[in-house]
């Protein structure tokens, strides 16, 4: 029998690794690192190991936790 914290696990949309692009789910794995107040979710140790280091590198101008973050890359 699923509790309702296992449903909403279930239902949380996949999340892209800023490292290598991967799809992860927030939730299926404990691979987060939090930088400026917002977390980041990773595929593996490696690549949450790789942002740590140089966090700004995988984030860039790539601010798509944001509405309309398309728009400031035309």
């Known amino acids: 029998m ?3 914290a296992d449903s909403n696990k279930d ?7 800023p490292v ?3 799809e992860v ?3 299926k794995t404990k691979l987060v690192a939090i930088y ?3 977390s980041y979710w990773f595929c593996s140790r490696g690549c949450r190991e790789t942002f740590e280091t140089h966090p700004q590198k995988y ?3 790539k601010d798509y936790r944001h509405k309309g973050w398309w728009r400031r890359l035309f």
């Open 2 to 4: 699923k509790t309702l």
């Open 11 to 17: 239902t949380r949309r996949a999340v892209k690794d």
């Open 20 to 22: 290598c692009g991967m």
């Open 25 to 27: 789910v927030p939730g």
């Open 36 to 38: 400026q107040g917002h």
């Open 59 to 61: 984030l860039g101008n």
